[in-house]
């Protein structure tokens, strides 16, 4: 990764919750947008359920973004393949910014929990 | 529910609902697939704030590119979009301060709780009248109509006068209206502190003051009720105070006290110096209760024939108590800020499509590259309607700074502020014009932008501006002939303005000095103490250094139009007053001499004039002439207010009622022969003061001298009798000023058309010109053949704008002061101004054309 590709996946740092979902469903694999909706809310067991205004929203956005594109034709399609939907694929910004993301959400547990644990030491 | 989901997605953008649509309305489908008649109904409910919600957030985030791009846009030409604003700024501010005024003046209630519903009453003459209170009621008529008609809720009366406040300060003049108890609450307004009068006789001594006056006198005291003040020696005590915007009768009102009718004052029916105000009944028309004071005024002029003969009524609205000039202002300025807005819209949208047709090849270019139509037309309205959001902001800007300017053109007899204040309603209209420039001249190039798609691209360099270059051509000429006619219009006002300015007002006013001394009664009852005081202000005035004379009179002429009365002259039947008046005051040596009024023959006043001797006047010419005409009037005697006297001196006419009315003959008495009993304003206190050099430095030593007579004496409305004059004609100034400026922004707009237009043109046909050029065409001819383009619009707007601005001028008689609608000089001069403007707008195009060189255009083709 070069540090032009740092600042680019910096600059689109934070990830809004939506985005992060979006790019982890289709991390396992390309999807179809009511995949998308299921597999979210299969992971977050029912917590979290896109609607699909902000599921096209947020897709338009990652798509304008390079974080993710449409394929021609869909490669290890989560489920079963519907030639009548369209799929997307998550590019490789998108997995070098989610894996980012990744990184400072575990960067900022681990500072919280050493708060935690002075605060509650002292 | 699918059916109604696709509706809702309606609220999308277009491009993003093709692009996700069927897939939306698919996902939402699968999701209510299992559920029951309530649960979808839940799911739709959710569906439409989904959709909402979000539908906004695209809009925003297409509206936050397209405003980036645009300021990228602006970047690169400044220019155009500095100058699209200014002229916004400029269309939007002329036009929101012309309707705040025209609104607050002509539109809005006035500030009493159901205004529509409060009438004024006067009499009048029998026949016809003009507006307003044309005579005042006497006490004994007031009383008549009050008792005997049945259209009414009620009617109280007022009459006006000043009075010296004194004990707070320095002693002040203030004016002060005396009202009925019933005056108060017929107008509806609740004091904010304390009360209003009682209907017994309990309050003869109270008063009660305005906001304004409780704010500057009283520093807000909020024990103010019950303080008692000193008023022209007397004794008051302040019952109330009026809220902030209470104005009646007159803006400058600061005080109310009672007005108590004795017995004795209903006695003379012709002693008038009343008015009324009252309030409709429900359901009773304004000519309902016209008709019924009109039967009461036939009645009473059948009952007193002596004194009612020709007395009829002036009724009215108490919104119409102005002058119908104001209207014809207003509606003239209102109608010129309308030919300002059109000319913005029309140098806008010309602006904008040179830029669009210059834009066309960007735009294919992005048409090409994948941008869909609706996102361009998108773009190109957000950039306009961004200028036109920015301009309108300023705008309110420009009318913030213009509002104090119209401020003559609130009638001062109306009772309302001087000014209106930035309210919701001109916010309201400041969006509107907005909008109308941001649509008006937005749409324009958006709409062709819609035809462009790739032609642009296929033809190369070439745009293909034919069309366009029309429509342009059709707004440069709707700019020449808005501006030619504001031109005229303004052109006529203004002649007619110095027309007026033109009258000889039968005095010279420049270095006089003119200040107020009201002597208070009953202080001054005695005319031989009134005599002192002059006696004791006079030589210490005239002494001072630059000084070189000074006198007193009872009323400035043209400031004060009043003081109106009738004179029987022996063997000559008794004129009614109200028809043929004269106007008279009561003067001290000098005024003639101070105010520069030739004395023809005879001589001035004397100070030896006194009641004990031979009691006389000095006459004015015209008076002379309607008495004894042809005769010698020194020696001939006439009796006024009852008093006989002989006529020594006939002096030049005076315009007393200002330059544009016609004014009664003038009689002057000396001071000190005046009748027993006389009110006071009467009494000389008008002090004019002839002097050479600066009148600063007179007014500090004029103060001591008046303490000196007397420490209680205040001195008010100092001025210099020339502003006297001027104020005469300053409505008509100030909106001479404003059509003017309007005019010379048109101007300028029509000639940076102009020249925009030529420009482009140039521009667009180098190829042409080079290929004349290389055929053997002389440059001369070329230059010729723009030149002409320019004129030939020019022509063709100035023929619609010239009849335009006639009609307009007829529209306006009124105020044209005899100058003809169809005035040559003005129309001549207009028109070689607009050709003027239009060969300015010409000069660099041509040129440019003249300069082509062949060679290179060939070369470059």
């Known amino acids: 990764m070069t540090i032009d590709d740092r600042d680019e996946i910096d600059a689109l740092l934070p990830l809004q919750h939506a985005e992060f979902h979006i790019l982890l469903a289709l991390s396992g694999g390309d999807c179809h947008g009511y995949g998308i909706i299921q597999d979210v809310e299969a992971r977050t067991n029912g917590a979290l359920r896109l609607s699909p205004g902000t599921l096209y929203r947020t897709i338009q956005r990652l798509l304008e973004q390079g974080l993710v594109e449409e394929p021609r034709k869909p490669a290890r399609p989560v489920g079963k393949s519907d030639p009548r939907r369209r799929y997307y694929r998550i590019t490789r910004l998108g997995t070098a910014v989610a894996r980012a993301e990744t990184q400072r959400l575990t960067e900022l547990v681990r500072l919280a929990k050493h708060v935690w644990r002075v605060a509650e030491s002292s | ?861």
């Open chain 2, 1 to 861: 529910m699918s059916g109604l989901y696709r509706l809702l997605l309606h609220l999308y953008p277009k491009a993003f609902r093709h692009e996700y649509g069927e897939e939306m309305t698919d996902d939402f489908a699968r999701t209510t697939a299992h559920a029951g008649s309530l649960g979808k109904a839940g799911l739709l409910m959710k569906a439409v704030a989904d959709v909402g919600g979000n539908a906004f957030v695209v809009h925003w985030n297409i509206l936050r590119q397209d405003l980036g791009y645009t300021a990228r846009t602006w970047n690169r030409g400044r220019g155009f979009a500095l100058t699209a604003m200014l002229v916004t700024a400029l269309g939007v501010g002329a036009n929101t301060a012309a309707f705040s005024v025209a609104d607050f003046v002509l539109l809005r209630p006035l500030p009493f709780p159901d205004a529509e519903a409060i009438v004024r009453l006067c009499e009048g003459p029998r026949e016809g009248g003009g507006w307003g209170c044309m005579n005042q009621l006497s006490p004994a008529n007031y009383r008549d109509f009050k008792t005997q008609n049945s259209s009414l809720i009620s009617i109280g009366a007022f009459g006006g006068s000043s009075i010296n406040l004194v004990g707070i300060g320095e002693p002040r003049r203030i004016a002060i209206a005396t009202v009925t108890p019933e005056l108060l609450p017929v107008l509806g307004v609740q004091p904010i502190r304390g009360r209003v009068f009682g209907p017994s006789d309990q309050d003869r001594d109270a008063v009660v003051i305005s906001y304004g006056l409780w704010q500057s006198q009283f520093s807000g005291d909020r024990d103010v009720v019950g303080r008692v003040v000193n008023l022209d020696g007397g004794v008051r005590t302040i019952i109330g105070v009026m809220p902030r915007g209470f104005y009646f009768p007159a803006r400058e009102t600061e005080m109310w006290s009672a007005l108590t009718l004795e017995p004795d004052d209903y006695a003379n029916r012709a002693n008038s110096y009343i008015e009324a105000v009252g309030r409709l009944k429900p359901g009773v028309t304004f000519e309902q209760a016209r008709a019924d004071l009109r039967a009461i005024a036939t009645r009473l002029s059948q009952q007193y024939p002596d004194t009612n003969a020709e007395t009829g009524i002036s009724f009215y609205r108490m919104r119409e108590n102005m002058s119908p000039r104001f209207r014809t202002m207003l509606l003239g300025l209102g109608g010129a800020s309308l030919c300002l807005l059109l000319l913005t819209c029309a140098n806008l949208a010309n602006l904008l499509l040179a830029r669009a047709a210059s834009r066309e090849r960007e735009l294919a270019v992005r048409a090409a590259l994948g941008a869909g139509r609706e996102r361009l037309m998108r773009q190109l309205i957000t950039e306009s309607v961004a200028i036109a959001v920015l301009g309108g902001a300023a705008g309110i800007g420009v009318a913030l700074v213009c509002i104090p300017l119209f401020s003559s053109l609130v009638p001062p007899t109306l009772p309302v502020a001087n000014q209106p204040a930035l309210d919701l309603r001109v916010l309201a209209f400041a969006l509107l014009s907005t909008a109308a420039i941001g649509l008006g001249f937005g749409l324009f190039p958006a709409l062709r932008g819609r035809r462009s798609g790739f032609a642009a691209l296929r033809d190369g360099a070439r745009t293909t501006g034919g069309r366009t270059q029309r429509v342009r051509s059709v707004l440069v000429t709707v700019e020449v002939m808005l501006s030619v006619g504001l031109l005229i219009v303004t052109g006529l006002l203004g002649r007619a303005v110095w027309r007026v300015q033109a009258i000889a007002p039968g005095f010279r006013s420049e270095d006089v000095l003119t200040l107020q001394t009201a002597l208070p009664r009953p202080k001054y009852d005695d005319p031989v103490r009134r005599g002192q005081f002059y006696e004791q202000v006079l030589p210490g005035v005239r002494a001072l250094p630059g000084v070189q004379s000074a006198g007193f009179i009872s009323g400035l002429p043209i400031a004060m139009p009043a003081l109106i009365t009738g004179v029987e002259v022996p063997g000559q039947p008794v004129r009614d007053r109200r028809l043929s008046g004269v106007s008279h005051r009561w003067i001290t040596p000098q005024y003639f001499e101070t105010m520069g009024i030739p004395l023809i023959r005879g001589r001035d006043v004397e100070i030896t004039d006194t009641a004990a001797r031979q009691w006389v006047a000095v006459v004015s010419a015209s008076f002379v002439a309607r008495y004894w005409p042809g005769q010698d009037g020194i020696g001939k005697t006439f009796k006024h207010l009852g008093k006989e006297r002989t006529v020594v001196g006939i002096v030049g006419d005076v315009k007393v009622r200002g330059l544009e009315r016609t004014s009664e003959p003038q009689l002057y008495v000396p001071a000190l022969q005046c009748p027993d009993g006389l009110p006071p304003q009467f009494d000389p206190k008008a002090l004019v003061v002839r002097h050479s050099g600066a009148p600063d430095s007179l007014m500090g030593p004029i103060r001591q001298i008046v303490r000196a007579a007397d420490p209680e004496q205040p001195i008010s409305s100092v001025r210099p009798m020339d502003d006297v004059v001027a104020s005469v004609t300053a409505d008509r100034r100030a909106q001479l000023q404003l059509l003017g400026a309007f005019a010379i922004v048109a101007v300028l707009l029509c000639g940076v058309g102009i020249y925009g237009l030529l420009a482009y043109s140039v521009a667009q046909r180098s190829q042409e010109i080079g290929v004349r050029l290389a055929l053997g065409a002389e440059p001369s001819q070329v230059g010729r053949m723009i030149f002409a383009d320019g004129m030939r619009l020019t022509l063709i707007g100035i023929v619609p704008g010239a009849v335009g601005a006639y009609f307009a001028g007829r529209a306006m008689q009124a105020l044209l002061f005899g100058i003809t609608p169809s005035d040559p000089m003005t129309f001549t001069t207009a028109i070689a101004a607009a050709l003027l403007m239009a060969f300015a707008g010409s000069v660099l195009p041509v040129l440019r054309a003249v300069r082509v060189s062949p060679t290179s255009v060939l070369k470059a083709e």
